[in-house]
T-cell receptor, first 111, second 114 residues
């Protein structure tokens, strides 16, 4: 059973386009994080959201946590080739510190 | 400040042999996580440890797999009698006290079972 489903699984776009990646669950999460992973490396944290409805911006990236804390989205404006990578959402539930990762979205931005 | 160090980066084993993967967390970090990743997939939780304690091992297979985080030295993920299905990248992450927040990942250990 996969608690965090990400969509789309793969995405290939041209430089300058906008895109949105989704992370969905039927369960409520205490916190949700987004990571980016490049080939041959470990994931690197982009953002953490903890409050339902919370929106955070990181340059061209906008992250939103759903009101019910069951879903999240990542929006990239004017994508660049440097944004290429595997985007992973990860969440914790209840009072635990077990970080569960999503299925991942592999993004490729073409120059 | 060195990051999370994993070794070996690449390990080749024949079926039935043992694999030992090591993880040295960042200085001052007391929480260690192990994850497994297959090609083109996300990370699957295996185990969460603090110094000398296994906090959550719900993702560890019941047989052949074990993990430890001793008072001194690195965390070890041990796989006994490896099978081809164990071939994967194994990532370690650490987090500072008091409670885990951001996970800092190592570069992973890639196990290939022949």
């Amino acid at each position: 059973t996969q608690l965090l489903e990400q969509s789309p699984q793969f995405l290939s776009i041209q430089e300058g386009e906008n895109l949105t990646v989704y992370c969905n669950s039927s369960s409520v999460f205490s916190s949700l994080q987004w990571y980016r992973q490049e080939p041959g490396e470990g994931p690197v944290l982009l953002v953490t959201v903890v409050t339902g409805g919370e929106v955070k911006k990181l340059k061209r990236l906008t992250f939103q946590f759903g009101d019910a804390r069951k879903d999240s989205s990542l929006h990239i404006t004017a994508a660049q080739p440097g944004d290429t990578g595997l985007y992973l959402c990860a969440g914790t539930r209840g009072g635990t510190y077990k970080y569960i990762f999503g299925t991942g979205t592999r993004l490729k931005v073409l120059a | 400040n060195a990051g999370v160090m994993q070794n070996p980066r690449h390990l080749v084993r024949r079926r039935g042999q043992e694999a030992r993967l090591r993880c040295s967390p960042m200085k001052g970090h007391s929480h260690v996580y192990w994850y497994r990743q297959l090609p083109e997939e996300g990370l699957k939780f295996m185990v969460y440890l603090q110094k000398e304690n296994i906090i959550d091992e719900s993702g560890m297979p019941k047989e052949r797999f074990s993990a430890e985080f001793p008072k001194e030295g690195p965390s070890i993920l041990r796989i006994q009698q490896v099978v081809r299905g164990d071939s994967a990248a194994y990532f370690c992450a650490s987090s500072p006290p008091p409670d885990p927040g951001e996970l800092f990942f190592g570069e992973g250990s890639r196990l290939t079972v022949l």
